[in-house]
């Protein structure tokens, strides 16, 4: 710092020396000492730091800004490695644009790493209006954009990105246009556009044509990720035979070559089948896929992936009735997926750690997280959550009594979840409310109606008992015995609130 400001001054060491004790006593300068870097100062008010910076010319000023880090890099190489945001700040300010460049990127990825999201955003912004003609490096920056942007939920700016990223890819780059066309698959599938989602896994494949005679590990890799991603895709759209088919056409692959974040998405994908198979019911088989997941991605240190595994076995286990379990695993990956920043993961921790509390009847705990995975579905774009955050809504209505509002919130999920191919099958959500709310005040047509929704295929199976007292309570309406099938009803709406239903 001695060097650097006698050069700025231009005093000699001596009167230099007077002035900056004069400063420190005057408490104008800051002193920092490290054990490994020495003594460096810092201005203790902004004030002053900008008062300077206007009594030195533009063009000393630049040079100041130059020799600053130079000097970083030179005497302070552990400041250099650990904060590389300095040295862009200063290599930028000096007009030096290929060392700014360089440690632009380097401070984007610093942030990336420690999942800063917003500061890498705002630094690969900034690095690209320094790349002057380098098709390839803006290709793999917009990338990186483009998978912040679908993290925080801007689909529709990330897929721009993507397209931008995929128009400056080098033509013999395969693997990375195979990859941009899954990343705007990705976007396309959380928007619900599913069949165009498919449609860009194709043009993924396709870009990885034709295929080598000897596979290399990056064509094995990225040739799995697309099967995946297709299994993803029909996990949504509910097609379960699908499936199992691209399950099967992956596993000799996975089990031989694959890495080991593939190995945890594909136990991901036996953990989706199994649960879409059987509509959500509870199974060892979910369970052990789900935490052979879990094992497979934290071997891979992959932070986002490590919350995916753990939503799908607090998920399996929910299911299994398993609620302590359940909860432990769905809150640690809410905490992995807020550090990582993926508003999807988190929506769904959310959303299932509420309707876990409604199971148990806990409506302060439900109310809390309820609150949370609206805002973060809406911001996300995910009406199934939106919906089945109001369906609770209606539940914690209909449990205080609030008949209007129950039936208000009930009718506005219904409405959501309509909207999507999965949301039919969580329609219970909505529908307890509904037949509780139409019994209560003596609608038993209306009951009934909703009681019919919830025996449809299509509808997550209700225990046995509970499914039979509603069969006969359709049958005695359906031979005109109203008063029997009150009680029935009545019967029903107990045994529900015994089961977290209503």
């Not at 949504?236 to 992956?250: A, C, F, H, N, R």
């Not at 003596?442 to 199976?461: D, F, K, T, W, Y």
Request: hydrophobic residues 40%; contains cysteine.
């Amino acid at each position: 710092t001695f060097e650097l400001l006698r050069d700025i001054t231009g005093l000699s060491d001596e009167v230099l020396l007077n002035q900056l004790e004069e400063a420190l006593r005057g408490r104008i300068l800051r002193e920092h000492k490290t054990s490994k870097e020495g003594t460096f100062l810092t201005f203790l008010h902004a004030l002053v730091h900008e008062y300077l910076l206007q009594e030195i010319s533009l063009i000393r000023r630049r040079k100041c800004h130059g020799r600053i880090a130079d000097l970083i890099q030179e005497k302070y190489p552990a400041l250099a490695s650990s904060q590389p945001d300095k040295l862009a700040f200063h290599y930028l300010r000096a007009g030096v644009n290929r060392e700014a460049l360089k440690y632009t990127l380097e401070a984007a990825e610093s942030a990336e790493r420690v999942y800063a999201h917003k500061d890498a955003k705002k630094l690969y912004e900034q690095a690209l209006e320094l790349i002057e003609d380098d098709p390839a490096l803006v290709s793999r920056v917009n990338e990186r954009l483009g998978d912040l942007l679908f993290l925080s939920g801007q689909y529709e700016e990330a897929r721009s990105i993507y397209d931008m990223a995929l128009a400056k890819v080098p033509t013999d780059d395969r693997i990375r246009q195979s990859r941009l066309h899954r990343n705007i698959s990705h976007t396309l599938t959380r928007q619900h556009r599913y069949e165009e989602a498919l449609e860009a896994c194709n043009r993924a494949e396709s870009a990885l044509s034709p295929e080598p005679t000897e596979h290399t590990q990056e064509w094995r890799t990225e040739w799995v990720d697309i099967q995946i991603d297709r299994v993803m895709v029909r996990y949504w759209q509910g097609k379960v035979p699908e499936m199992v088919e691209l399950v099967e056409k992956i596993r000799p692959t996975v089990e031989q070559y694959g890495t080991a974040l593939q190995r945890g998405r594909f136990y991901q994908c036996l953990v989706s089948v199994v649960l879409r198979r059987d509509r959500y019911v509870g199974s060892e088989e979910a369970v052990s896929s789900a935490q052979a997941a879990l094992s497979a991605t934290q071997e891979s240190g992959n932070l986002r992936e490590i919350a995916w595994s753990r939503f799908w076995l607090g998920f399996a286990r929910l299911w299994s009735g398993n609620f302590e379990q359940a909860q432990e695993q769905l809150a640690k990956s809410l905490i992995e997926a807020e550090r990582s920043g993926d508003l999807g993961i988190q929506a769904r921790c959310l959303n299932y750690l509420a309707l876990l509390h409604r199971k148990r009847g806990s409506v302060e705990e439900s109310r809390r997280y309820i609150s949370d995975t609206l805002a973060v579905a809406l911001t996300a774009q995910m009406p199934e959550y939106v919906g089945m955050a109001r369906g609770n809504l209606a539940w914690i209505a209909w449990r205080e009594r609030d008949l209007p509002r129950a039936e208000k919130e009930a009718r506005a999920a219904l409405e959501l979840l309509r909207t999507v191919p999965q949301g039919e099958i969580f329609a219970w959500t909505a529908v307890w409310p509904l037949i509780g709310t139409a019994l209560a005040e003596g609608r038993l047509g209306v009951a009934i109606e909703n009681a019919r929704i919830m025996l449809r295929p299509r509808q997550q199976p209700l225990p046995d008992a509970l499914t039979a007292v509603l069969e006969e309570a359709i049958g005695t309406w359906e031979q005109n015995r109203p008063e029997i099938t009150r009680a029935q009803l009545e019967h029903a709406t107990q045994i529900a609130e015994q089961l977290g239903y209503l």
